[in-house]
């Protein structure tokens, strides 16, 4: 059983703020069904740019729920810039600190609000050269180096913690001890692209099924999914997600994202990835 | 407020009796069976006796019955030993379902270099048997396959699995720690080699085992040291909790029908009025082969810690394969090899029963549990379908 703090059962018990505002001037959605918790974040500006209303929805565990109440409680009546300096520590604080292994529930709520404050800005989210690093849980190096510079996080635990990147099969423990160290050089090493030889068509399906059976599927089948190679059409590889995987709505950007991004390292950069029906 | 303990599958409740039966044991009957004095040899004759019961509850003979410390103390001796036994032979067969007393076991040896085969379960939890008899090659050492699964209570064909083992010369063992005192197990009738078993899920305390070890199969002990358990598993006998389990295998044979008859109704009138009074809601594992006393429930778009805290609310106790109550940030390993979707498997319940739940137990889950669920629902963005979803409550 998990040691909740009073704040965390008040907050999970009678939730503040629960709900979604009609016509909101931000919206955000985080996390997926998947990964085993989610939230929606709306939110009311009044012509200062002030927040006049908040409102949260959340799939989850109780410290999910609390924290999603919490972050609306600290968010109504401020300006977009001063939410926008909201940390996951001060939501967990507010809640009188949250046990460790649930950190990541905080990180969750920040990512909220800076996706809503995006929105409403009108700017993109994620940053197109951001790639997916724990394809359990669809986490990408950006926020796993956002996580480690803001919270001073120095072990793979302490980031499965926060941000849940490494918590499924552990295969991503190398590139996560990575963005850790390369966090605390002074020095970042530029990588160097590998050179590549050009493909034949042939040779690029036979390499395209390869990577699937290698790097793929057995990650898919791990969660009793599965994926099958439709076709090839120039650089857009088609194919159909089947059992865990394809009924899993929320997972399909997760997992058309970890897809691509295998065939992208292993096979040529310019493939992309389209799902079809099977 | 009351408890409603609706978890057995995780522990149970000691029975008064076997509470009394251990209690002199703890206090001045204290002499080591081992003793060549009076005050000891009485002690040892109290543990031949429990002895006694345990073989006849599993109808096995006295000698086939080694004593442990617990389920996975006998479910790692049985692996280890079978393959000390046969060190030429580098396969290993168990099932993706398996209790991590013997899958992390197993793991680690593969890890070892051990060929390891995890058979798959349906989506209905039944174990592919076709792909299990297509696995036994002469080089397989050992077979561990659970007579019932913890989570959805899916009793898996282990005799006959253990049939196909037998006529290829490969040694077979089962972790029964649910099985017993649910289902008639009886060892005459089987050609199983080995089975484990666990005090605490039948009405005994905490901290003891056993591993049963079919007479004439050869076995390599674990815990090295004194004579104890004729020289198959040192350590002075834990005796007040020996005694404790005997009488606990006493009343688990006498209680079998009611288990199957009494409990199981219990159980059938739980999942009966939850799938009535709760919309999307669906059981995990085949209704047909299914432990009397389980019930794995999935409430879809919720997730079950938050439906075990507000239960919990109410003093009601069960368990659930959600990730956040698993401490593994994946949702249980069984239900995922089922492939449960997402939507379903985070939202799991496990109720599981005993003798001593009754018709209020039931019946106050039947009155709490939907407004929980409906509450939460609210909660979720998934959620997606509030006009007249609940009509049917
Ligand atoms: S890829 Fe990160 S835990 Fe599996």
């Known amino acids: 059983m998990w040691e909740y703090t009073d704040k965390v059962k008040e907050h999970f018990l009678n939730p503040k703020n629960a709900g979604e505002i009609e016509n909101p001037d931000a919206v955000a959605e985080v996390g997926s069904i998947a990964c085993g918790d989610a939230l929606k974040l709306t939110m009311k500006l009044d012509e200062n740019k002030r927040i006049v209303d908040a409102k949260f929805k959340t799939f989850g565990c109780a410290s999910a729920i609390a924290s999603a109440s919490a972050l609306t409680e600290l968010l109504k009546g401020k300006t977009i810039e001063e939410a926008e300096k909201i940390t996951n520590q001060?939501?967990?604080?507010?809640?009188?600190?949250?046990?460790?292994?649930?950190?990541?529930?905080?990180?969750?709520?920040?990512?909220?609000?800076?996706?809503?404050?995006?929105?409403?800005?009108?700017?993109?989210?994620?940053?197109?050269?951001?790639?997916?690093?724990?394809?359990?849980?669809?986490?990408?190096?950006?926020?796993?180096?956002?996580?480690?510079?803001?919270?001073?996080?120095?072990?793979?635990?302490?980031?499965?913690?926060?941000?849940?990147?490494?918590?499924?099969?552990?295969?991503?423990?190398?590139?996560?001890?990575?963005?850790?160290?390369?966090?605390?050089?002074?020095?970042?090493?530029q990588a160097q692209p590998a050179e590549r030889p050009r493909l034949s068509n042939l040779q690029k399906i036979r390499l395209i099924e390869e990577t699937i059976d290698r790097e793929i599927r057995p990650s898919l089948k791990h969660d009793g999914g599965d994926i099958e190679l439709v076709d090839v059409v120039g650089n857009r590889v088609l194919v159909a997600l089947r059992g865990a995987c394809a009924v899993c709505h929320a997972s399909q950007l997760t997992m058309k994202g970890f897809v691509q991004g295998k065939l992208q390292e292993f096979v040529a950069p310019e493939l992309v990835v389209e799902e079809v029906a099977s | 407020m009351k408890t409603v303990y609706l978890d057995n599958n995780a522990t149970t409740m000691v029975a008064r009796e076997v509470v009394e039966e251990m209690l002199p044991y703890l206090g001045e009957y204290y002499g080591n069976p081992s003793s060549m004095h009076t005050f000891g040899g009485q002690v040892a004759h109290k543990v031949a006796e429990a002895r006694l019961k345990i073989a006849s509850l599993l109808g096995a003979d006295p000698e086939e019955i080694i004593i442990t410390s617990c389920g996975t103390e006998s479910d790692n001796t049985a692996i280890l030993s079978a393959l000390a036994n046969n060190p030429s032979k580098n396969h290993i067969i168990t099932s993706r379902v398996e209790h991590p007393a013997v899958k992390v076991l197993c793991e680690g040896l593969a890890r070892k270099g051990y060929r390891v085969t995890f058979i798959p379960v349906d989506p209905e939890g039944r174990l592919?048997?076709?792909?299990?008899?297509?696995?036994?090659?002469?080089?397989?050492?050992?077979?561990?396959?659970?007579?019932?699964?913890?989570?959805?209570?899916?009793?898996?064909?282990?005799?006959?699995?253990?049939?196909?083992?037998?006529?290829?010369?490969?040694?077979?063992?089962?972790?029964?720690?649910?099985?017993?005192?649910?289902?008639?197990?009886?060892?005459?009738?089987?050609?199983?080699?080995?089975?484990?078993?666990?005090?605490?899920?039948?009405?005994?305390?905490?901290?003891?085992?056993?591993?049963?070890?079919?007479?004439?199969?050869?076995?390599?002990?674990?815990?090295?040291?004194?004579?104890?358990?004729?020289?198959?598993?040192?350590?002075?006998?834990?005796?007040?909790?020996?005694?404790?389990?005997?009488?606990?295998?006493?009343?688990?044979?006498?209680?079998?029908?009611?288990?199957?008859?009494?409990?199981?109704?219990?159980?059938?009138?739980?999942?009966?009025?939850?799938l009535t009074a709760i919309p999307q809601c669906k059981v995990n594992g085949t209704k047909d082969e299914r432990l009397p006393n389980t019930l794995n429930i999935s409430f879809e778009f919720i997730e079950g810690e938050s439906i075990l805290l507000l239960m919990d609310q109410f003093g009601i106790c069960a368990s659930s394969g959600s990730a956040c109550t698993s401490g593994s940030l994946q949702p249980s390993h069984v239900l995922r090899a089922m492939g449960v979707p997402y939507t379903m498997a985070h939202g799991s319940v496990r109720f599981s029963l005993s003798v001593y739940n009754t018709a209020e137990d039931v019946d106050l889950v039947i009155k709490e549990l939907p407004p929980i669920i409906e509450k939460l629902r609210v909660l979720s963005p998934y959620w997606a379908t509030p006009q007249g979803a609940c009509a049917t409550a």
């Open chain 1, 90 to 189: 001060e939501i967990a604080d507010y809640l009188g600190g949250l046990p460790p292994e649930k950190m990541h529930c905080s990180v969750l709520g920040q990512e909220a609000l800076e996706k809503a404050i995006e929105n409403y800005r009108g700017v993109s989210h994620r940053k197109p050269e951001e790639v997916i690093i724990c394809a359990c849980f669809g986490v990408t190096d950006g926020e796993i180096e956002h996580a480690v510079r803001q919270n001073h996080l120095t072990s793979i635990e302490e980031v499965t913690n926060y941000t849940k990147a490494g918590g499924g099969c552990g295969n991503c423990h190398e590139k996560i001890q990575a963005i850790i160290d390369r966090v605390y050089q002074t020095k970042e090493r």
């Open chain 2, 128 to 274: 592919d048997m076709d792909e299990y008899a297509a696995s036994l090659t002469p080089d397989t050492a050992i077979v561990s396959i659970m007579w019932a699964n913890n989570e959805t209570g899916v009793i898996f064909p282990v005799e006959t699995a253990a049939r196909l083992a037998r006529e290829r010369g490969i040694l077979f063992h089962t972790d029964a720690v649910q099985a017993i005192g649910k289902i008639p197990v009886n060892m005459k009738g089987n050609t199983i080699d080995m089975l484990s078993l666990s005090g605490h899920k039948l009405h005994a305390p905490k901290g003891v085992g056993v591993l049963y070890v079919r007479k004439g199969t050869k076995f390599s002990p674990f815990l090295i040291g004194g004579h104890q358990e004729k020289g198959r598993r040192g350590g002075t006998e834990n005796v007040p909790s020996i005694i404790a389990l005997g009488k606990a295998c006493e009343l688990a044979a006498a209680n079998l029908d009611k288990e199957n008859t009494y409990v199981r109704e219990l159980r059938d009138r739980l999942e009966r009025g939850l």
